[in-house]
């Protein structure tokens, strides 16, 4: 299947900085990409779809301003995390749908935040 | 808005089947997933089933569906303890890839 990396897999940051989380698609070209944060012990929530060449679209309840993504390439969204603070940390993780019968998404093995 | 819940926690003992249930409210849900999802990994797709299947059967994996009370179970036969780890079920509808996502259960299988 479809090899989905994320980088770094894990970051420790100091409120008030701003954090970069990169999803690549390895093998795969994708218009679009799905972000999803997880609280502990929590479901996956989806935060926004990412799209080749515009503008990402928000769920609802969810800051653009403070939630930056950019679909650069059919192979890189990247999410920004600006002005971090201790709230904002949770696991993010990327997905990108592939078609086929049955709708599915492959899924990035996450990034782990912290927010001191 | 839908909704997925699931319970929280499993255990069971190793040889044993595991059964993790699943409920939706999403009369429109087109198609059942469920995923698994190891510590520090991706979730990884198990097994899926159309909304028009009452059960599908993959190997030690079974899934039923009964759409009329929008419960979904993944039963796991002969579990072994590399099945530790936290199941997720998801629903999307027809013509989206929006998934809603369960609220996870984490299967311990004791050795």
């Known amino acids: 299947g479809a090899v989905v990396s994320q980088h770094p897999s894990w970051v420790i940051c100091k409120s008030g900085t701003s954090v970069k989380i990169e999803c690549r698609s390895l093998?795969?070209?994708?218009?679009?990409m799905f972000w999803y944060r997880q609280f502990p012990k929590q479901s996956l929530m989806l935060m926004a779809t990412?799209?080749?060449?515009?503008?990402?679209?928000?769920e609802q309840g969810v800051e653009k301003d403070k939630f930056l993504i950019n679909h650069a390439s059919l192979t890189l969204s990247t999410l920004t995390v600006t002005s971090a603070h201790p709230e904002d940390s949770s696991f993010y993780i990327c997905?990108?749908?592939?078609?086929?019968?049955?709708?599915?998404?492959?899924f990035g093995p996450g990034t782990r935040l912290t927010v001191l | 808005g839908e909704d997925v819940e699931q319970s929280l926690f499993l255990s069971v003992r190793e040889g044993d089947s595991s059964v993790i249930n699943c409920t939706y409210t999403?009369?429109?849900?087109?198609?059942l997933y469920w995923y698994k999802q190891e510590p520090g990994a991706g979730l990884q797709l198990l097994t899926y089933?159309?909304?028009?299947?009452d059960m599908k059967q993959d190997q030690r994996l079974t899934v039923l569906l009964n759409k009329k009370d929008k419960h979904l179970s993944l039963r796991i036969a002969d579990t072994q303890t590399g099945d530790s780890a936290i199941y997720f079920c998801?629903?999307?509808?027809?013509?989206?890839?929006?998934?809603?996502f369960g609220t996870g259960t984490r299967l311990k299988v004791l050795a």
């Open positions: 093998d795969f070209q994708a218009t679009t």
């Open positions: 990412s799209n080749e060449g515009s503008k990402a679209t928000y």
């Open positions: 999403d009369s429109s849900s087109t198609y």
């Open positions: 089933i159309f909304s028009n299947m």
């Open positions: 997905s990108f749908p592939v078609g086929g019968l049955h709708n599915e998404q492959f």
């Open positions: 998801a629903e999307t509808g027809s013509g989206t890839y929006k998934y809603i």
